[in-house]
């Protein structure tokens, strides 16, 4: 079990009035304290999650999980005026993943998030892969 934690923010993009990316993925609720309290001015939140196929496996600090997204939001746009998908607006991972292969295998054709374990980014953490 982990908890994802979230931020909602003030937006720095110009479509977009706040954000709520996923800013941490941590191993206990005293965590998700930590983080409430470290940053005041970002409304936290977290909701506890499984992590498929953990059998035997000690989920650590600095351990690598994949998310999986059904759908990517346009947030913000490159210099051509192209639109920029991502998580920054309400994600919503449809599951948590200690193996890439594993989340390949159970959400096909689903957007992979790379997260390591305990990384705080009020951005957003982790990479789209």
């Known amino acids: 079990m982990v908890f994802v934690v979230y931020g909602k923010q003030p937006s720095p993009f110009p479509d977009l009035e706040h954000i709520e990316p996923i800013i941490a993925i941590v191993a206990s609720e005293r965590e998700c304290y930590e983080i409430q309290e470290k940053y005041p001015e970002t409304q936290v939140s977290w909701e506890a999650r499984k992590v498929q196929n953990t059998e ?18 346009p947030y913000d746009e490159d210099g051509d005026g192209n639109p920029i ?21 159970e959400a096909p054709g689903q957007y992979l998030h790379r997260v390591s374990l305990g990384e705080i980014n009020l951005r957003g953490v982790g990479e789209l892969l």
């Open 56 to 73: 035997g496996m000690e989920l650590t600090g600095g351990g690598i999980l994949y998310l999986t997204h059904t759908t990517l939001l």
């Open 85 to 105: 998908f991502g998580i920054m607006e309400s994600p919503q991972p449809t599951g948590l993943y200690c193996s890439r292969d594993t989340a390949e295998q």
